[in-house]
């Protein structure tokens, strides 16, 4: 029997489920806290989880969803490293009567729709968490407003939001300027490469905004190598409050740091147990996010990861 379309396959009432997990990369403090939340919880409620971790290839992620469908598990974690390339897949699990949940990172909603394709999208609100940023900046940039942007990996979502959140507040408050914007793919070492070619450029930059402390951190290093003084002479804002970057925070190095919140396993399976006993959800559920500053990174450094 074909499911109809605009419809979600159904999940059966069971005591254990063997769920799929597809995960992006591992090579980040959030990814690994990610990943251990979902592991920690699978096996506090005695589920099987099957995983994958893409490392860093779309292509691959892809191939890692086709082969949980094809291992037919009850029900598909996602968290997609892009927003276009993973919606076929999505579509293919639900038509094998898969449920998907997405954690993290969403597709692009005009391709693939919740409450129809999957089930749901949990995770944070990508363009607030930009939005904060730029509107920490707009309060507290003491005549600092030549911006270079470090942009997270292209066609990911919390990059594409990252950007609209903070460029659009920022055009509107006036007065500051983008001067380059570039993606460093939230990995600490491309990060570090495009900002030092990016101060070289623009050595009249005093701001970096990074869409994720593993870049901030590299940009700290491409500054400290030029002799500027991260914090001080260039202010650096960040997200994501992982340790190193709370750290950082303490440290005046990195001036703000919106968290994002990676422990997503009691969330998630509470979902799928919710979505098996018919509950409906909205099209995302939002996770609460803190922020470090000066005043407040040595009280969280407990509750980081
Ligand atoms: O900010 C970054 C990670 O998708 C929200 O991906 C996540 C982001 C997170 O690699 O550090």
């Keep these: 029997t074909v499911l109809a379309q605009g419809m979600l396959p159904k999940l059966a009432v069971k005591s254990t489920y063997r769920v799929g997990f597809a995960q992006t990369e591992s090579n980040n403090p959030w990814r690994l806290a990610q990943t251990k939340s979902m592991q920690d919880e699978a096996k506090r409620l005695g589920y099987q989880l099957v995983y994958t971790d893409a490392a860093g290839s779309t292509a691959k992620q892809v191939a890692d969803v086709r082969s949980m469908i094809a291992q037919k598990v009850d029900a598909i974690f996602l968290s997609p490293r892009e927003d276009k390339p993973l919606a076929p897949v999505v579509k293919e699990a639900r038509d094998a009567g898969i449920p998907v949940i997405l954690l993290d ?8 729709k919740a409450g129809a394709d999957y089930v749901t999208f949990i995770g944070s609100d ?12 707009i309060k507290n940039n003491a005549g600092k407003k030549n911006i270079i942007e470090l942009e997270g990996t ?4 919390p990059a594409n939001d990252r950007k609209k959140g903070f460029d659009d507040t920022i055009k509107k408050a006036g007065g ?10 939230f990995a600490r070492d491309t990060g570090r490469q495009v900002a030092e070619t990016l101060l070289q450029a623009h050595p009249d930059a005093n701001v970096i905004y990074a869409h994720n402390d593993e870049m901030a951190i590299g940009a700290i290093s491409a500054l400290e190598a030029a002799g500027k003084k991260p914090g001080k002479d260039v202010l ?3 997200i994501d409050g992982e340790r190193e970057g709370v750290q950082n925070v303490a440290d005046g190095k990195i001036n703000y740091d919106v968290e994002c919140n990676p422990r997503f396993g009691p ?5 799928l147990q919710g979505y098996a006993k ?3 959800y909205p099209a995302k559920i939002i996770n609460a996010d803190r922020d470090y500053t000066l005043a407040t990174a ?3 450094l407990a509750g980081s990861y």
Excluded at 126 to 137: D, K, S, T, Y
Excluded at 176 to 185: C, D, P, R, V, Y
């Design 105 to 112: 990172r969403n597709i692009d909603p005009a391709l693939s």
């Design 278 to 280: 018919g509950t409906k």
């Design 267 to 271: 969330a998630a399976f509470r979902t």
């Design 236 to 238: 650096v804002l960040s």
């Design 176 to 185: 500051f300027k983008i001067l380059a914007s570039q993606s460093g793919n």
């Design 126 to 137: 990508f363009i607030l968490e930009g939005q904060r940023v730029a509107n920490w900046l």
């Design 154 to 157: 292209t066609g990911a979502s």
């Design 298 to 300: 040595k009280s969280g």
